[in-house]
């Protein structure tokens, strides 16, 4: 079946440094790729996504590349801020579903 | 506009006791669904409801779980008795599309902050 793999966390980083969080995936056909984002507190929030292959969502100084040949989605952002802190998961969406297959999770920590 | 909200955002019980989560969507969203994560895990789906039916319930664990939206609003999950292992924190979610069979690949769905459940 379908399956997300994500780098484990914590991530921990200074304020301005670059970001990268890793995923994978795993899917038959061509599926519809998304990051999602939790703040403290708060629910998840669609970040981004991109619905087929070289396709780049970005939201907020983030950016993924929906990368066919590698089954990747890496998630980026060139200068992150304390404010950046939270869990993000990677997901995928198969044609015709509309549920979530999602990874693990990766927590970011951003210190000043 | 109000988002989805859950009540309580956290819930300690003793294993073998009955927990009832609450889930009220966003106004108006047909759709609702229940998640649960597991600690450290993915997120993983429980059921769908369009309206007060239930449209997917494949991810429900066992028959200890119910779930209902009596009057197609408001949505509970009843775990009873509740085991070690049901210990995780529960989302849900709501969306305004239509649902499968409606020729739409994706459709976005709001989350709620979820209710951390401890058992113990």
């Known amino acids: 079946g379908d399956s997300v793999t994500q780098m484990e966390g914590p991530v921990t980083l200074s304020e301005e440094a670059f970001l990268t969080i890793n995923c994978t995936y795993t899917a038959t056909g061509y599926p519809s790729l998304f990051w999602y984002v939790q703040y403290p507190g708060e629910g998840l929030q669609l970040l981004l996504k991109?619905?087929?292959?070289?396709d780049k969502g970005s939201n907020k100084g983030f950016e993924a590349t929906y990368r066919k040949e590698t089954t990747s989605f890496h998630l980026e952002k060139g200068s992150v801020q304390v404010s950046d802190s939270a869990v993000y998961f990677c997901?995928?969406?198969?044609?015709?579903?509309?549920?979530?297959?999602f990874g693990r999770g990766t927590s970011l920590i951003v210190h000043p | 506009e109000a988002g989805v909200t859950q009540f309580p955002s956290h819930s300690v019980i003793e294993k073998g006791q009955t927990v009832t989560l609450r889930c009220d969507p966003i106004?108006?969203?047909?759709?609702l669904y229940w998640y649960r994560r597991v600690m450290g895990k993915e997120i993983k789906f429980l059921l769908h409801f369009v309206k007060e039916s239930k449209q997917d319930e494949s991810g429900m664990p066992n028959n200890r779980f119910l779930a209902e939206r009596t009057g197609g609003t408001y949505s509970t999950l009843k775990v009873q008795p509740a085991e070690l292992e049901d210990s995780g924190v529960y989302f849900c979610a709501s969306s305004p599309f239509p649902g499968q069979g409606m020729g739409i690949s994706y459709n976005e769905q709001f989350f709620g902050p979820g209710t951390r459940l401890t058992v113990l």
């Open positions: 106004s108006g969203h047909d759709n």
């Open positions: 991109a619905t087929k292959a070289d």
């Open positions: 997901a995928l969406s198969g044609r015709g579903s509309y549920i979530p297959t």
